[in-house]
């Protein structure tokens, strides 16, 4: 459901000694920082999460609407962008010419098949004792390297299967393989006595279909992540992220974020990078056009050739769908105009405003959040500025006050997340921040609280369980607190 945006909306305006009685003056001191104007209005426990793109809407559709603030043209154009978004390709050949290319290898048939009503993915189906999952495997990608890198600096790609697994395949082409999965449990205690119990994931390959892997391949598992206000990550300034990775290096203790800096095809020229797991892409153009051909299969102006190693001679030889010419090429699967309408919707797709901010659990789990460190990582705010394609985006997402909770930064998050795989600058150890905003709908509009990069947690407190390395104090802190503390940091972070 979806609530009016000139409804009344509830202000809780903090007192001074509010907090100070509860806490809550260091959790308010970390909710002002990025920079706040005289003339942004009053919203210290960020409702509004996306500033005027904010929606108030819960429920199944909760990732899925316009910012607010959008125009009647740009509304129009959200809608097209949709249809192309979560409505399937086929394969090349076939009378609808404007959906045709799908393939020769693939995961998934649209961009909503692994981003389901623009949310988060979750681990596949385990079906057999050899721990073969469900194929295709379509909200898990396993990505694939081998040491060293490739021109741009990035991972190096397998030599016969390239940078990811791809489970399906068109008629004719052998599928690269499936998934198996595993998971032992890991067992611990809160200091209170309580018991907990983690999955720990194992990852692996069965059935490819054009030999044996190298003997050296870094496997890494990425779980699709929720999608909204993408639009406005790539709008906060680069300052203020690298901002960030100075105040950490020159505060003391462990944490010490670094940015990720990678190739960007769509300006041809390394960026910072700001989404993916490992921060491994700079924009939401590149992104959609990696995911387009990793995916997916389908050429766009970026990425014009088909992802068929030379060993995939089947791949090779299968027939493509063209549409119109794009910088002098012979055709790409995907034009210009639809492509950029893809772009805009995902860039345009709203955070849904928090929920229960006056409830007193939530209050004191934003207090508990401050003090056990979380969110010298989990930035709470920031003003936007202007992403690098405004023509892709909109004006409406420039000058707001946005609420994400990340500081785009990454970080070594200890063994236990370890994948082993460098990404441009990231080693096998770190981590993006990712952001919070719109965790606790998950469960509304996906039917799961997976969490992390693999899905491997189920839950917020499971998730908080993982951080090591850098965030090692953090999750001590968290194994003091008592069973009500828990709870009421978990409600807090469910409120985002």
Not at 132 to 158: C, F, K, M, Q, W
Not at 464 to 482: S, T, Y
């Amino acid at each position: 459901m979806i609530r009016s945006q000139t409804m009344p909306r509830r202000r809780a305006l903090w007192s001074a000694a509010v907090l100070a009685g509860t806490g809550l003056a260091a959790a308010g001191a970390l909710l002002s920082a990025g920079g706040a104007t005289a003339a942004d209005p009053p919203d210290p426990q960020g409702e509004k999460t996306g500033g005027a793109t904010t929606v108030y809407a819960t429920g199944r559709n909760a990732f899925s609407f316009p910012a607010a603030n959008l125009d009647d043209a740009e509304r129009t154009r959200f809608v097209i962008g949709n249809s192309f978004f979560k409505r399937n390709w086929v394969e090349a050949g076939a009378s609808t010419k404007a959906r045709d290319g799908l393939g020769p290898h693939f995961i998934a048939r649209s961009c909503g098949g692994c981003h389901v009503q623009d949310g988060r993915g979750e681990p596949p189906e385990i079906f057999n004792r050899l721990g073969e999952t469900r194929d295709p495997t379509v909200a898990l990608l396993i990505r694939l390297s081998i040491p060293g890198t490739d021109p741009h600096g990035g991972p190096n790609p397998e030599p016969i299967y390239g940078d990811q697994l791809n489970t399906a395949a068109v008629h004719g082409v052998k599928p690269e393989g499936t998934v198996t999965l595993r998971y032992d449990t890991v067992k611990g205690r809160f200091a209170d006595g309580t018991p907990y119990a983690l999955l720990k994931p194992h990852y692996g390959v069965r059935n490819l279909g054009y030999g044996r892997l190298h003997a050296k391949t870094m496997l890494s598992p990425r779980i699709a992540p929720q999608i909204i206000g993408v639009g406005l990550l790539e709008a906060i300034a680069e300052a203020d992220i690298l901002a960030n990775a100075a105040d950490q290096a020159a505060a003391p203790g462990p944490i010490k974020g670094m940015p990720n800096h990678v190739w960007d095809a769509p300006s041809g020229r390394k960026m910072l990078g700001r989404f993916g797991w490992k921060a491994n892409v700079a924009t939401i153009s590149h992104q959609t056009g990696g995911a387009f051909i990793g995916d997916m299969g389908i050429t766009s102006r970026d990425f014009p050739s088909e992802n068929c190693t030379t060993t995939q001679v089947d791949c090779g030889e299968s027939p493509s769908g063209r549409s119109a010419g794009a910088r002098g090429q012979a055709g790409v699967e995907i034009d210009d105009k639809t492509f950029d309408d893809v772009v805009f919707y995902q860039a345009t797709l709203a955070p849904p405003a928090r929920r229960n901010v006056n409830d007193a659990a939530v209050l004191r789990g934003q207090a508990l959040f401050a003090q056990a460190q979380c969110a010298a990582c989990h930035r709470p705010s920031y003003v936007t500025k202007e992403g690098p394609f405004p023509h892709l985006t909109s004006k409406a997402l420039s000058g707001q006050r946005i609420w994400p909770y990340t500081d785009m930064l990454l970080h070594d998050m200890g063994e236990g997340l370890a994948d082993g795989r460098p990404d441009f600058l990231a080693s096998g150890r770190q981590w993006k921040t990712p952001p919070l905003w719109g965790i606790g709908l998950i469960k509304d509009v996906n039917g799961h609280t997976r969490l992390l990069h693999d899905g491997r947690a189920r839950g917020v407190l499971e998730a908080i369980l993982w951080h090591g390395g850098e965030a090692e104090d953090a999750r001590q802190n968290v194994l003091k607190m008592d069973k009500a503390d828990r709870e009421a940091l978990v409600k807090f972070v469910e409120s985002l």
